[in-house]
C-alpha cells in the first residue's frame, strides 16, 4: 500500500497559488508524487490543503526538502507549510 501526505499552508492568494501548483505537477511526478485532491479551507479561503500519493518515499522527502521547491513555495506566496507522512496499517 502507498504513503500518502497530508499538505497544508496557508497562501498570501489562492487562486495564484493554484496555478503555481498546477504547474509544479511534472515536478511531483517526477518525484514519485501523485497529486489525488486539493482543497479550499471555506473558514479561511487562503488556506491550501492537499492529498498526494507516494511511490516513493525517499525521493519525495527528498522532493519536500529541496530548495528547488522551497523557491517555487516562495513563487507562490506560501507560509506555515505542515506536511504530514500518513502510511496505511
Request: charged share 30%.
Amino acid at each position: 500500500m502507498a504513503t500518502h501526505v497530508l499538505w497544508q499552508a496557508d497562501v498570501a492568494d489562492f487562486d495564484a497559488w493554484l496555478n503555481v501548483f498546477r504547474e509544479d505537477e511534472p515536478m511531483r511526478k517526477a518525484a514519485g508524487i501523485r497529486d489525488l485532491h486539493v482543497w479550499r479551507d471555506p473558514d479561511q479561503r487562503d488556506h491550501a490543503i492537499a492529498m498526494f500519493e507516494v511511490t516513493n518515499l525517499d525521493k519525495a522527502r527528498a522532493f519536500f526538502g529541496s530548495e528547488e521547491l522551497a523557491m517555487h513555495h516562495e513563487r507562490g506566496g506560501i507560509a506555515h507549510i505542515t506536511i504530514k507522512l500518513l502510511e496505511p496499517v
